[in-house]
């Protein structure tokens, strides 16, 4: 792949990352995914015991798109692995909305009024939910940092490739 339709490739999906974490409150096409590996999480930690069950969704929402960007990033594809970090970002973002809603629960949940939010129930059982905004704030920030590690290290990697770069390990 040449420089220039890597950039383009880094541009437009980092563009449209970068576009749904700025309008995080916004249900965005990638959220479907997100909402899958969110789901499927609950299932996965389910027998690490109750509070896992409840923090694996938002943990494999996350975890997923790092695991990816590690394989990218070991099989040395420059453009994947960086724009898997900013899928991690956005979900990340993604996240932190979520546990800003412990509080208020306004957010509609796949279970309808029957559910239990996850974030609330974690936060009440660590007896953390005076920290609410402060957990969520934290949670934006490194999914920003995720955002703009992913975009700034694929910038480097376009510029500085050489033409003996290997994108698939043997």
């Not at 490739?9 to 563009?15: N, S």
């Amino acid at each position: 792949m040449k420089k220039a339709s890597q950039l383009s490739l880094l541009i437009l999906i980092g563009g449209y990352l970068i576009s749904c974490a700025v309008a995080p409150n916004t249900f965005h096409f990638i959220d479907y995914t997100n909402l899958i590996f969110h789901e499927a999480g609950h299932w996965l930690f389910m027998p690490f015991g109750e509070f896992m069950a409840f923090a694996g969704g938002s943990i494999n929402q996350v975890l997923i798109p790092l695991i990816v960007a590690g394989y990218f990033l070991g099989h040395k594809q420059i453009v994947s692995a960086p724009l898997s970090l900013m899928w991690a970002g956005q979900s990340l973002i993604n996240v932190s909305v979520y546990a800003g809603d412990a509080l208020k629960m306004q957010l509609p949940l796949l279970g309808g009024d029957n559910s239990i939010h996850d974030w609330n129930w974690m936060l009440i059982y660590l007896g953390q939910l005076r920290h609410t905004a402060g957990i969520a704030n934290t949670i934006n920030a490194l999914g920003w940092i995720c955002l703009f590690a992913g975009l700034l290290g694929g910038l480097y990697f376009i510029l500085t490739e050489t033409e003996n770069v290997n994108y698939v390990q043997d």
